[in-house]
């Protein structure tokens, strides 16, 4: 078994090297603007509209302390008569289990346009 790894690994590896340099030096005779006109997406589809609602929650709003104070900002609205306390409390849990209930509070307070995407001004509504 051991002489299998020590010649069998280093040829494997040395084979995917050559076979991927020998791709990336193949000239298309299509460009690149031809294959994206020519794939049958809508221009409008390929265009960047912001991250998605579950990655706004867990990596802007969550993974941040001043992503977590925007995020209670932003409760002030839904949330009346309670206390502070309450509020941070809630914020902190829903940021700590991460789950379903956090994209759903996303959504229903940053994405005003209910397209599943948080673009630049639905992001600066809050700050």
């Known amino acids: 078994?051991?002489?299998?790894?020590?010649?069998?690994?280093?040829?494997?590896?040395?084979?995917?090297?050559?076979v991927t340099v020998a791709g990336r030096a193949l000239k298309s005779n299509v460009s690149g603007e031809e294959l994206m006109q020519n794939d049958g997406v809508d221009?409008?589809?390929?265009?960047?509209?912001?991250?998605?609602?579950?990655?706004?929650?867990?990596?802007?709003?969550?993974?941040?302390?001043?992503?977590?104070?925007?995020?209670?900002?932003?409760?002030?609205?839904?949330?009346?008569?309670?206390?502070?306390?309450?509020?941070?409390?809630?914020v902190l849990d829903i940021c700590k289990r991460r789950d379903h209930m956090l994209t759903k509070w996303v959504q229903e307070i940053f994405d005003k346009d209910g397209d599943g995407y948080i673009t630049h001004f639905e992001r600066e509504i809050f700050r």
């Open 1 to 18: 078994m051991a002489m299998l790894n020590s010649g069998f690994i280093p040829m494997l590896i040395l084979a995917l090297l050559v």
């Open 43 to 90: 221009r409008s589809l390929r265009e960047y509209s912001g991250p998605s609602v579950h990655h706004f929650a867990r990596h802007s709003l969550c993974n941040h302390r001043f992503g977590k104070v925007r995020f209670y900002r932003a409760l002030q609205k839904h949330f009346h008569n309670i206390s502070d306390d309450m509020k941070i409390t809630f």
